[in-house]
């Protein structure tokens, strides 16, 4: 089975400080990550994604993440938050290895960038 | 299309009654997932279908739940006998073909709202 834990239902953050949201997973084989950011009303779009190599990964509107197998972690970071970043975010798992093709995600962060 | 695209937007029913909502994926992505997004909850997972096919119905939470695809393209979700607790918002996703690395692409979803 596979899981994904995203420990924070919201993150506070000040527009121009730095920015993590956390996202662990569980997997019985070796993952692809994936982060996905909601706005009001709107579907989910991609934001980057871990596949193989590199463990720091960077994606759309300045936002990366880091794959760490050992904590088996996929932290999304972004160096300066603006007020516009402010949104629902969502974390991924797939199992590279297993049975199922589905992404499983999870619960989501809400993060809000104050002015 | 450039992009997923779901009908209608925004749905009320009485409830008891049955509704349809419709998910048009990205011409080609053989993959078509349906999610369920209650009020502040994460993504519940409802069906997959590959190609014309649903190797995995697991998620669809009752009988009253069905899903199918025709010409691996449109996917039509229906709920019959509709219930409160059926209120929320309904996500679909495609994708290219099952087992590849690719993120998955969603729709704007259906706001579903049981009275």
């Known amino acids: 089975a596979q899981s994904v834990a995203q420990p924070e239902d919201q993150v506070n953050v000040a527009e121009g400080n730095p920015l993590t949201v956390k996202c662990t997973y569980s997997v019985s084989g070796n993952p692809y990550l994936f982060w996905y950011v909601q706005y009001p009303n709107r579907g989910l779009q991609f934001l980057l994604k871990y596949i193989t190599g590199d463990n720091l990964v960077k994606g759309s509107y300045g936002f990366e993440a880091e794959f760490n197998k050992s904590q088996t972690s996929f932290h999304l970071k972004k160096p300066s938050a603006l007020v516009s970043d402010s949104a629902l975010y969502f974390c991924a798992v797939r199992d590279r290895a297993g049975g199922s093709y589905i992404p499983t995600f999870g619960r989501g962060t809400s993060l809000i960038v104050h002015p | 299309g450039a992009g997923v695209s779901q009908s209608p937007s925004n749905k009320v029913t009485e409830k008891g009654k049955d509704v349809e909502l419709r998910c048009d994926p990205i011409?080609?992505?053989?993959?078509l997932y349906w999610y369920r997004q209650r009020l502040g909850q994460g993504l519940e997972f409802l069906i997959y279908f590959q190609g014309n096919s649903a190797p995995d119905k697991s998620g669809l939470p009752s009988d009253r739940f069905s899903a199918e695809r025709t010409g691996e393209s449109v996917s039509t979700l229906t709920i019959q006998r509709t219930q409160q607790e059926d209120s929320a918002v309904y996500l679909c996703?495609?994708?290219?073909?099952?087992?590849?690395?690719?993120?998955?692409?969603f729709g704007q979803g259906t706001r579903l709202t049981v009275v």
């Open positions: 996703a495609s994708s290219p073909p099952a087992g590849s690395n690719t993120e998955a692409f």
């Open positions: 011409s080609g992505h053989t993959a």
